[in-house]
Nanobody, 121 residues
């Protein structure tokens, strides 16, 4: 089983915080978080590589923080100052290939089932 497994979603009020977790299996070079809001396309929000280099979508800079626990092969997404527009299904995606990590769906072939984040005003 090499598909990642997400957890940590939930229902929170605006202004709150959540930490999502992605438990990855197998070799991972790039690990990314994507989100898909109702009626919208899936978008990449953050990615981290095995040496800790991070990239964020402009729309989440300053509120989202991606990090990883190497020994446990877990990637986290800390989301602060949550807004109702953050309501979405959040997905973790991983890739073992050593290459520049991108926030593009097509760059990943290992996807988790997602964890729902719902933010109320």
């Amino acid at each position: 089983q090499v598909q990642p497994v997400e957890s940590g979603g939930g229902s929170v009020q605006a202004g709150g915080s959540l930490r999502l977790s992605c438990e990855a299996s197998g070799l991972v070079y790039c690990a990314a978080w994507f989100r898909q809001a109702p009626g919208k396309e899936r978008e990449g929000v953050a990615v981290i590589n095995t040496v800790g280099e991070k990239t964020y979508a402009d729309s989440v800079k300053g509120r989202f923080t991606i990090s990883k626990h190497n020994a446990k092969n877990i990637v986290y997404l800390q989301i602060d100052s949550l807004k109702p527009e953050d309501t979405a299904m959040f997905y973790c995606a991983t890739d073992p290939r050593v290459r520049p990590c991108q926030l593009l769906q097509g760059a990943y072939n290992r996807w988790g089932q997602g964890t729902q984040v719902t933010v109320s005003s």
